[in-house]
């Protein structure tokens, strides 16, 4: 049973910088690819960015493309969101999830992943 746990979220503001990580446990992480996603009060959860098994393939949003990176660390398990730049309107509950998926280009929408962490908050005052 795949287990997520998200961290690094905060109250920053307007221009700085946060890394987010995501630990998963009961399973490999080499054996998703890996997503991150975000979700404000009265919308759908929104597809941020995604990462491949091997790294070499990543998909953005493109409110966050040019000023966030995911990335992934087999040995740590764990996968990651850097943003910079922040905004207030990167504020959000930021999810991270994994999609057992084989084939087919990485996935964007909530749907096509199967396990989610809890969420951290992320606030950016302007």
């Known amino acids: 049973q795949v287990q997520l746990v998200e961290s690094g979220g905060g109250l920053v503001q307007a221009g700085d910088s946060l890394k987010l990580s995501c630990a998963m446990s009961g399973r490999t992480i080499s054996s998703y690819r890996m997503a991150w996603f975000r979700q404000t009060p009265g919308k759908e959860r929104a597809f941020v960015a995604a990462?491949?098994?091997?790294?070499?393939?990543?998909v953005y949003t493109d409110s966050v493309r040019g000023r966030s990176t995911i990335s992934r660390d087999s040995a740590k398990n764990t996968v990651y969101l850097q943003m910079n730049n922040l905004k207030p309107e990167d504020t959000a509950v930021y999810y991270c999830?994994?999609?057992?998926?084989?084939?087919?280009?990485?996935?964007?929408?909530?749907?096509?992943?199967?396990?989610w962490g809890q969420g951290t908050q992320v606030t950016v005052s302007s």
């Open positions: 990462v491949s098994r091997n790294s070499q393939t990543t």
């Open positions: 999830a994994a999609d057992p998926s084989l084939f087919g280009n990485l996935r964007t929408t909530a749907v096509a992943y199967a396990s």
